[in-house]
């Protein structure tokens, strides 16, 4: 099934340069971009973006690591394209992720882990709407 997802390519990457090399490896994963941008999380927005883990003891250092500098967001379509992209990401700890994947290569620790990506429908469409207009993405 044709699917969307978000993708955030996180301050860590960013700031070391690797957004060539991770859009790399989405595109070789079978994955196309529909919308791309890069722009900078206020705290607050940050706060807003992960909502969800409001609760967890790593919420305060997660977006305050996540507005600490530009991101690059992408909307990523395709075949089964949540699944797809988090098999591309590799688990959320980078010393867990398998060869390969973009947090295996890229990650530093388990916040700073280069990638975000949806895990549900839902989210991805919550997610996708958080930060791009109908105008700002592409049929392809
Ligand atoms: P992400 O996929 O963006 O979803 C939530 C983020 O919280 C996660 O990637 C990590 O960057 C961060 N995080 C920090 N500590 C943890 C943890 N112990 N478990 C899960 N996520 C964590």
Do not use: W
Not at 18 to 39: N, T, V
Request: glycine share 10%; charged share 30%.
């Amino acid at each position: 099934m044709q699917e969307l997802t978000l993708s955030i390519i996180k301050p860590d990457a960013v700031k070391r340069d690797l957004c060539g090399k991770i859009i790399q490896k989405i595109e070789d994963g079978g994955l196309r971009i529909k919308g791309l941008k890069m722009l900078q999380l206020s705290r607050e927005e940050a706060r807003g973006f992960y909502a969800v883990h409001r609760e967890k003891p790593f919420f305060e250092s997660l977006t305050d690591f996540m507005s600490s500098g530009p991101i690059m967001v992408a909307i990523l379509g395709g075949e089964g394209a949540i699944d797809k992209y988090r098999g591309i990401m590799g688990a959320t700890n980078p010393a867990e992720a398998d060869s390969g994947t973009i947090r295996k290569e890229f990650g530093l620790d388990i916040e700073k882990n280069s990638v975000h990506g949806s895990d549900s429908p839902e989210n991805a469409e919550i997610e996708i709407s958080y930060f791009f207009s109908k105008l700002e993405m592409v049929d392809r």
